[in-house]
């Protein structure tokens, strides 16, 4: 028993020392990178960063788009994650990364017609130029990223799918974006902090 | 000493995660069981699995090799890759490989998209319907890396497995399969 817990232990000591280490960016962040902050234009006209948010706990930065069916599924729910966080002091950041060229229903002008009709509270920004979703690694429309904001920066807690049913919310098991902010504001750990999801992949 | 404690802390706090996961799983695992796997329905007439359901296609140990492709009609790389998938199978299908084209289109979409695609394009690769939205779950299954996006192909046969998270070109799909059929 003595052995297999100096083995366990000293394992478990081997993880957390490597964990820090791992912040080659190949393919986008991982959990405890620091994101980048943008400034992109939004749908109002304005530009939009992470700074002007003086008082903000962190960020849903989801990365999302007009025309994909799962992010329009998800259209509402998004809607009610900024409702129930915005006053929490994380609000929604939305992100359309996909190229308007390439996808006609992603124009600035579409989405402007989309976040009126569906009422959208939160900013919905154009990633022009393609440059921030490669630096994220979001590679499908819904992908969100929950950030904590601290004194280093914006530290990446959670990545992935909103919850675990896309096509049925009355049938959502585990609510993975909701757990992770309320996980997050009360100092618990993230789990899981990472999921998985089909979804449309990002027109270049 | 305190560094001690906590690392027993942090040890229980990972046992309880794990034996919680467990559980999950468990659940999902009888919720399935007691669904059939294979549902049917009547306008639409091709199977519709669960991943429980679809995970024998992906394990067949008959001798073939097996081109699975995961696509949608909404899925505009998808059906850009479509005609060279086809192509390849109508080349290759005597020398014993089998293409099998898993829609990952929404049920709404079965009848008015899915349905009249394939008839339209004369689909020869066997299509079936993956139904199952808890995609996390699933994903990981298939390959650990997949992120999720598609197009995705997995190439398999008795001794070698591949799985691919990007679109082919004929000639991409010809040299990956060739490792395949020696």
């Known amino acids: 028993m003595g052995t297999l817990k100096t083995f366990l232990i000293l394992t478990l000591a081997f993880i957390i020392g490597i964990i820090p280490n791992t912040d080659v960016n190949l393919s986008g962040y991982e959990i405890g990178d620091l994101a980048t902050d943008f400034s992109l234009p939004n749908i109002d006209g304005k530009m939009v960063s992470l700074a002007d948010y003086k008082n903000a706990e962190g960020f849903l930065v989801i990365f999302t788009c007009n025309t994909c069916p799962y992010a329009v599924a998800y259209e509402d729910r998004i809607i009610a994650l900024d409702n129930k966080f915005k006053e929490k002091g994380v609000p929604v950041i939305a992100i359309n990364p996909n190229n308007p060229e390439v996808k006609a229903g992603d124009s600035f002008e579409a989405m402007k017609e989309r976040a009126q009709e569906k009422g959208f509270t939160f900013p919905y920004l154009l990633d022009d130029g393609q440059k921030i979703f490669p630096q994220y690694g979001a590679t499908r429309t819904p992908h969100v990223y929950l950030l904590e904001k601290t004194e280093d920066g914006n530290v990446v807690r959670y990545i992935g799918a909103i919850d675990d049913n896309y096509q049925d919310e009355s049938q959502v098991k585990v609510k993975y974006v909701e757990n992770a902010v309320d996980a997050m504001l009360s100092g618990q750990p993230i789990e899981p902090a990472m999921t998985k999801a089909i979804g449309c992949s990002i027109k270049v | ?182």
């Open chain 2, 1 to 182: 000493m305190k560094f001690l404690i906590q690392l027993v802390f942090i040890l229980l706090f990972i046992t309880s995660c794990n034996n919680s996961k467990k559980n999950d799983q468990d659940e999902v695992a009888n919720a399935a069981d007691s669904n059939q796997t294979q549902k049917t329905n009547t306008t639409v007439n091709f199977p519709i699995y669960d991943y429980e359901g679809i995970e024998p296609l992906l394990n067949k140990a008959d001798g073939k090799t097996y081109i699975v492709n995961f696509w949608a009609t909404w899925c505009k790389p998808c059906i850009e890759e479509l005609p060279f998938l086809e192509k390849v199978y109508a080349e290759q299908k005597s020398n014993g490989v089998e293409l099998v084209l898993v829609s990952l289109d929404m049920p709404t979409m079965w009848e008015k998209r899915l349905v009249p695609f394939v008839k339209k394009n004369d689909l020869k690769g066997k299509v079936v319907i993956l139904d199952d939205p808890n995609m996390n779950e699933w994903i990981p299954k298939i390959d650990e890396d997949w992120g999720g996006g598609i197009p995705a192909t997995l190439i398999y046969n008795s001794n070698k497995r591949t799985f691919f998270e990007r679109g082919f070109t004929y000639n991409e799909l010809n040299e990956e399969l060739n490792k395949f059929l020696n």
